[in-house]
């Protein structure tokens, strides 16, 4: 198993531009999240997912839009990327709720700059 | 005040060492976390627990879910060990359940 796949691993917008942050998973699990870590900060969840067709809002989803069409999948979409959005992006999947009991598996990131 | 708060935020080690990393959070939870994010970004769980102690060759995660604190020891401690170390605390609530972070603890073990 490949686990959590992320893509592209880094990637450089100018203001303005759109891209989609692809993220896979092979382990049939339906919890899905995307965090984004800014420097010196803990992670902030954007936006998450419990099963396919069915995303919420995280902490911090305002420049972003997600969809999970399927169970592997989750991409993340930035339109208007903007200065603020600068930031290391992680895909993570769970097997179920809460975490109470399941491990989190992480992707290996992407590095995004926006100038 | 963040819901979790490790400490130190940057440790400093000889090869060796025995190493304690604290986690302790302000919230009720349903799981605490232990995470290592090694230089080049990728994250790996290390430890998930809600009660006792857990081992794991040289590491060993222990929690008091009274006193709301969880530590992370690092026995015999190498330069390979040099990383991010994150806590994260699982949180139930009425509109589902959520992951708190740390800030990360950076470890730096020389040889």
């Known amino acids: 198993n490949a686990g959590v796949t992320q893509t592209p691993k880094f990637r450089i917008l100018k203001i303005g531009q759109s891209m989609t942050l692809q993220c896979a998973q092979d382990?049939?699990?339906?919890?899905m999240y995307w965090y984004r870590q800014d420097p010196g900060m803990g992670l902030k969840l954007i936006y998450y997912?419990?099963?396919?067709?069915?995303?919420d809002k995280g902490e911090v989803p305002n420049g972003y839009n997600v969809s999970r069409s399927t169970t592997e999948d989750f991409p993340l979409r930035l339109e208007l990327a903007a200065p603020s959005q600068t930031s290391v992006y992680f895909c993570?999947?769970?097997?179920?709720?809460?975490?109470?009991?399941?491990?989190?598996?992480f992707g290996e990131g992407s590095w995004l700059t926006v100038v | 005040k963040n819901e979790v708060e490790q400490s130190p935020q940057n440790l400093t080690a000889q090869e060796g060492e025995f190493i304690t990393i604290n986690c302790s959070y302000s919230?009720?939870?349903?799981?605490l976390h232990w995470l290592q994010q090694h230089p080049g970004g990728g994250i790996v769980s290390l430890f998930m627990?809600?009660?006792g102690k857990k081992k794991h060759g040289r590491l060993i995660a222990t929690i008091n879910i009274q006193e709301k604190h969880s530590s992370l020891h690092i026995t015999a401690s190498h330069p390979r060990d040099s990383a991010v170390y994150i806590c994260?605390?699982?949180?139930?609530?009425?509109?589902?359940?959520?992951?708190?972070f740390g800030e990360g603890t950076q470890l730096t073990v020389n040889p």
């Open positions: 993570a999947a769970t097997l179920g709720s809460g975490h109470s009991g399941n491990t989190i598996y």
């Open positions: 382990m049939n699990h339906n919890y």
């Open positions: 997912s419990v099963g396919a067709g069915i995303t």
């Open positions: 919230v009720g939870i349903s799981a």
């Open positions: 627990l809600s009660s």
């Open positions: 994260a605390v699982g949180i139930e609530g009425t509109s589902g359940s959520r992951l708190t």
